[in-house]
């Protein structure tokens, strides 16, 4: 929850190729105070079965500039394996995107909701609600 001095942050995922969430995506967030500051990995947790993510540390105070890193490669490596037990076939190996990284600045008493709009040849992201 964001306060006057502190920005919060919230995502979700929702897996465009199935129209369903995107379940047991690991998400990482780091942050940094200014332009030339240092990177500080904050922590993760991984999408639920609603492809939400509801437990994302909080942000230290100072904050400017956030980063989410989607570990999407195993997501659809796992979708891949299930795919193929249900109808074997030759299929390409791997995601394009291994990982998706969405990086953008936040001000103090703000919320930020960044979806992640996830299918195996792309992605999109927006700032929500």
């Not at 919060?8 to 929702?14: E, N, R």
């Not at 998400?27 to 999408?47: D, K, N, Q, V, Y």
């Not at 570990?71 to 193929?84: M, N, P, S």
């Not at 030759?90 to 909701?113: L, Q």
Request: charged share 20%; proline share 6%.
């Amino acid at each position: 929850m964001s306060t006057e001095t502190t920005a919060s942050v919230s995502t979700h995922i929702l897996d465009t190729s199935i129209g369903r969430p995107a379940e047991g995506v690991a998400i990482s967030l780091s942050a940094r105070a200014g332009l030339e500051g240092e990177w500080a990995a904050l922590g993760g947790s991984a999408t639920d079965a609603d492809g939400r993510c509801k437990d994302l540390p909080a942000l230290p105070e100072g904050t400017t500039h956030v980063r989410l890193d989607f570990e999407t490669e195993t997501y659809f490596d796992k979708k891949q394996a299930e795919a193929q037990q249900e109808a074997p076939r030759v299929r390409d190996s791997g995601a394009f995107f291994p990982e998706v990284t969405i990086t953008f600045a936040v001000n103090p008493g703000e919320h930020y909701h960044v979806p992640l709009l996830l299918n195996p040849f792309g992605y999109s992201v927006y700032r929500g609600s």
